[in-house]
């Protein structure tokens, strides 16, 4: 079975200073790990992915998230917010051993970013 | 490059009334394709997935239904809508990039 875990409703940073969103995940295996971002009434855009190799992943719009094997975590990160990152940010797992080619989502994290 | 268009982006329909929702993909042959429900703005619920022509599993029994009848076209149907099928729409497809690409939505309005 795979879950994943955003343990914040709702993440609120001042404009320039740094932002991390968390993300913890459950897998049997070796996960797949994606972060989404998503405004308002649009489809969810992909931010980046880690698939294998180098823990430290750089995504879209100057975001990158790290993955971190023995905390079972994949926390997004980005060093200086912008007011248009305030969004809504999901994380997703996907078991790479476990047969199934979807992924799980976790429940969405607000992202405020104040001015 | 690949693209996925989804249909309409707004759509107010009366209770009762029947329900076509059509996602196409372009670029791209004998992809995973998905529907998902967001409800009030934050969790995803897979409603369907499709790994074939002809090919549909469900993942929420409801008043809803799929159907793949061309491999790049996934078309969410209802008969008679329900007020507790509104909600925001969203199709999706997965190739060989291991992630999911959304379409941008279709919010659904049953009044």
């Known amino acids: 079975a795979q879950s994943v875990a955003q343990p914040e409703d709702q993440v609120n940073v001042a404009e320039g200073n740094p932002l991390t969103v968390k993300c913890t995940y459950s897998v049997s295996g070796n996960p797949y790990l994606f972060w989404y971002v998503q405004y308002p009434n649009r489809g969810l855009q992909f931010l980046l992915k880690y698939i294998t190799g180098d823990n430290l992943v750089k995504g879209s719009y100057g975001f990158e998230a790290e993955f971190n094997k023995s905390q079972t975590s994949f926390h997004l990160k980005k060093p200086s917010a912008l007011v248009s990152d305030s969004a809504l940010y999901f994380c997703?797992?996907?078991?790479?051993?476990?047969?199934?080619?979807?992924?799980?989502f976790g429940r969405g994290t607000s992202l405020i970013v104040h001015p | 490059s690949q693209t996925i268009h989804q249909w309409p982006a707004t759509l107010v329909q009366p209770v009762g009334s029947p329900l076509s929702l059509e996602c196409t993909v372009e670029g791209t042959s004998n992809p995973n394709l998905y529907w998902y429900r967001q409800a009030a703005g934050r969790g995803l619920q897979l409603l369907f997935y499709?790994?074939?022509?002809?090919?549909i599993s469900s993942e929420v029994p409801q008043n809803l239904s799929a159907s793949r009848p061309q491999d790049r076209q996934f078309i969410l149907s209802s008969k008679k809508l329900l007020l507790s099928d509104s909600g925001f729409y969203l199709c999706a497809w997965t190739g060989d990039n291991y992630g999911y690409t959304f379409g941008s939505g279709t919010r659904l309005t049953v009044v």
């Open positions: 997703a797992v996907r078991d790479r051993s476990g047969g199934s080619y979807i992924p799980t």
């Open positions: 499709s790994v074939g022509i002809g090919q």
